[in-house]
């Protein structure tokens, strides 16, 4: 078992310490476990612009040491990785590539959470928004991924249809075209697709991305990784067997996980 996105408390809005989340991995039988909590806003003057989003600046290298730390406490137990999971931002990510290069990282998870300046999960977004708006909405969402991927700043695209999170009718809405562009850019980027299970805390309910998408990923040769994207501890590794079982069905046969920006593969069953 895998899980390469998990949170805790210093970005804000999740609960538990980084042991907690390596005890809880350790409980359920995970073999490799990132920690990969919210990059500071390097973006942003401010040393902690967003508190109830992510670690203040001055925090961020006491969470890589204690994460190394425990990388090399529990060694002989499980594979700790040590990660992040930073916004992008279109034009702005100078600031994390400098920030993020002077630290011994494995990878970093790439997400969208600002799109078209708003926060994916505003539910208040939609009340503007018309039905017939939303195929077009979600390709240019879509597009904002595959643009994330081209930076390449980042190793894993972190809950690629997140968008619907607040909004469930997204999610069964068709954009071929953009998805294809986006799943093309990944897999040419050298990044990974996760499968997050996340969706679950949200109104939509179910995985990130949709079961079309997993399809589409296959088709295109896209690997893919898994991502609990836990916030408490009693998340991790949530709905792995679940996830396995439907992308071997599906054709998948490994997990893409990555070692100081190399990528290794392991069977995904």
Request: hydrophobic share 40%; aromatic share 8%; net charge negative.
């Amino acid at each position: 078992m895998i899980d390469l996105h998990t949170h805790h408390q210093r970005c804000g809005h999740a609960t538990g310490s980084l042991r907690d989340y390596v005890t809880a991995a350790l409980d359920r039988g995970v073999r490799v476990l990132g920690l990969s909590d919210h990059t500071p806003m390097f973006a942003e003057e401010e040393d902690h612009a967003l508190p109830r989003v992510a670690m203040p600046k001055s925090g961020f290298p006491s969470y890589i040491a204690e994460a190394l730390a425990l990388k090399e406490e529990f060694a002989g137990s499980i594979e700790i990785l040590v990660s992040t999971e930073a916004d992008f931002l279109d034009g702005r990510t100078d600031p994390y590539t400098r920030a993020l290069s002077a630290y011994p990282l494995d990878y970093v998870i790439g997400s969208v959470h600002m799109f078209e300046g708003r926060d994916i999960f505003d539910t208040t977004r939609w009340e503007s928004v018309a039905e017939d708006e939303l195929s077009a909405v979600k390709s240019r969402y879509f597009r904002e991924i595959a643009a994330c991927a081209r930076s390449g700043l980042f190793h894993v695209m972190g809950h690629v249809d997140a968008l619907k999170g607040n909004h469930p009718a997204l999610g069964a809405v068709p954009a071929p075209a953009a998805a294809d562009e986006m799943l093309r850019a990944i897999r040419d980027s050298g990044a990974v697709m996760e499968v997050n299970t996340s969706g679950g805390t949200k109104m939509c309910g179910g995985w990130y991305p949709e079961f079309d998408l997993l399809e589409r990923a296959h088709h295109f040769g896209v690997p893919i990784t898994f991502g609990s994207d836990a916030h408490v501890p009693e998340r991790v590794a949530d709905q792995y067997p679940e996830v396995a079982k439907v992308l071997g069905d599906i054709g998948f046969r490994t997990w893409t996980v990555f070692r100081r920006g190399a990528a290794v593969t392991r069977p995904l069953c």
